[in-house]
T-cell receptor, first 114, second 114 residues
Framework: AQSVSQHNHHVILSEAASLELGCNYS??????LFWYVQYPGQHLQLLLK??????LVKGIKGFEAEFIKSKFSFNLRKPSVQWSDTAEYFC????????????FGQGTTLQVKP | DTAVSQTPKYLVTQMGNDKSIKCEQN?????MYWYKQDSKKFLKIMFS???????INETVPNRFSPKSPDKAHLNLHINSLELGDSAVYFC?????????????FGPGTRLLVL
């Protein structure tokens, strides 16, 4: 069965620090990969996604993620975080079944101190 | 201008009751979903519908019955509520079942069963 693992449950950073959130998935076939973010009091929204091409994907608000197929990983990065990046971050995978089924990781809470 | 809306936002009820959660999207999407988020913030897909047709039913107890009267609505009815049903329920929609499509989430309905 597919699964997604996010290693960091709760991350606390100071503003301007660099961020890397880990995401690994278990599935042998071809996948599409997503990072979603939920800001306090807001809806879950898409940060970025990867399905083919350049494994380094750029998203909104300066975020990027790199797909490393050999490591089954899709880590999220940002060189310099801001207080407004405080949010819940969810990695998700689907297995190209055209059912729309997303498998989510358990999420990472990011707290950025001003 | 809410894209995906859910009602109610909060629902507190007694064990054994029957309740419904409504979801509407104004994006013109063909596909809609229900997800359950447990107390550990783990998001798991329950159902997906495409053009009012059930596509995914993730071994959800048959006390949960989704209903899609039209493409813009996907309601969730829950019979004989149990303590373990306490969770946040998210509705989502996407343009189609194609895996690369972004899913747009509603604000969630917080259900507490006493």
């Amino acid at each position: 069965a597919q699964s997604v693992s996010q290693h960091n449950h709760h991350v606390i950073l100071s503003e301007a620090a660099s961020l890397e959130l880990g995401c690994n998935y278990s599935y042998g076939g071809t996948v599409n990969l997503f990072w979603y973010v939920q800001y306090p009091g807001q809806h879950l929204q898409l940060l970025l996604k990867y399905f083919s091409g350049d494994p380094l994907v750029k998203g909104i608000k300066g975020f990027e993620a790199e797909f490393i197929k050999s490591k089954f990983s899709f880590n999220l990065r940002k060189p310099s975080v801001q207080w407004s990046d405080t949010a819940e971050y969810f990695c998700a995978v689907n297995a190209r079944s055209n059912t729309g089924k997303l498998i989510f990781g358990q999420g990472t809470t990011l707290q950025v101190k001003p | 201008d809410t894209a995906v809306s859910q009602t109610p936002k909060y629902l507190v009820t007694q064990m054994g009751n029957d309740k419904s959660i409504k979801c509407e999207q104004n994006l013109g999407h063909d596909t809609m979903y229900w997800y359950k988020q447990d107390s550990k913030k783990f998001l798991k897909i329950m159902f997906s519908y495409n053009n009012k047709e059930l596509i995914i039913n993730e071994t959800v107890p048959n006390r949960f019955s989704p209903k899609s009267p039209d493409k813009a609505h996907l309601n969730l009815h829950i019979n004989s509520l149990e303590l373990g049903d306490s969770a946040v329920y998210f509705c989502a929609s996407s343009r189609s079942l194609v895996d690369q499509e972004t899913q747009y989430f509603g604000p969630g309905t917080r259900l507490l069963v006493l």
